[in-house]
């Protein structure tokens, strides 16, 4: 992007964009550590992640108050406005990655010491797709790489796909055995959570796109997700 004639107004703009990898980096650390914490069965590192969430909500609301000011003062037009207005967009679908994170926390806590080893591989093969997602749009964002952006947006596919499969493999295991109920719904709302970052990081891809390029992604997006038409065991 070319200097402007008011160098304060290309600090504005290097600030916004700072706040926004700033925030990036923390959503997708608080992410890795909630599966962590589930995977490990750690109620610290948990407690750690829902700590996060303070500091994750004070750094949005800095990003977007900037975001305003920008506006304000400076009237920015063009790809300078597509940066505010991305900045502003992404920041929220950060802070609900972060939201997200701080509720599979809470869910760790509650099954604490309750979960077999089997029953949270397919959860962990899931996040590690979605935090793939996440640091690739990440770095979408930072080299504003439209093309990377919508390598993620393509890629939302497979994450629907495998979590409507872990969604039946779960049923699975509570079905053979009534005593896995409690601890598989649970894991069925972590997956589901972790599915929704997924569709977080695609809006990402879309609104890192539109600032790159000035365009919308105007394809449907491809969703893989059954399990909103999966019937009742027995069901006809």
Known sequence: MADHIVRAFDTDLDTLSRGVAELGGLAESMTTRAIEALMRQSPAIANEVIALDARLDALQQDVEEKAILTIARRQPLAVDLRLVIAAIRITHDLERIGDLAKNISKRVIAITGLVQPKLVKGVEHLAK???????????????????????????????????????????????????????????????????????????????????????????ERIKADATSLEKPVGAK
């Not at 699975?172 to 649970?186: A, F």
């Not at 796109?209 to 000035?214: E, K, N, R």
Request: aromatic letters at 8%; charged letters at 25%.
């Open 129 to 219: 797709l979605v935090l793939t997602q996440l640091k690739d749009v990440l770095d979408a964002y930072v080299e504003r790489n439209s093309e990377k952006a919508i390598d993620v947006w393509k890629h939302d596919e497979n994450i629907d796909a495998f979590h409507t499969s872990l969604f039946r493999e779960l049923l699975t295991y509570m079905m053979e055995d009534p005593r896995n109920i409690g601890v598989c719904t649970h894991l069925l709302f972590c997956a589901k959570n972790i599915e929704r970052m997924g569709d977080h990081a695609t809006n990402i891809a879309e609104n890192v796109y539109y600032l790159v390029t000035g365009r919308q992604l105007l394809a």
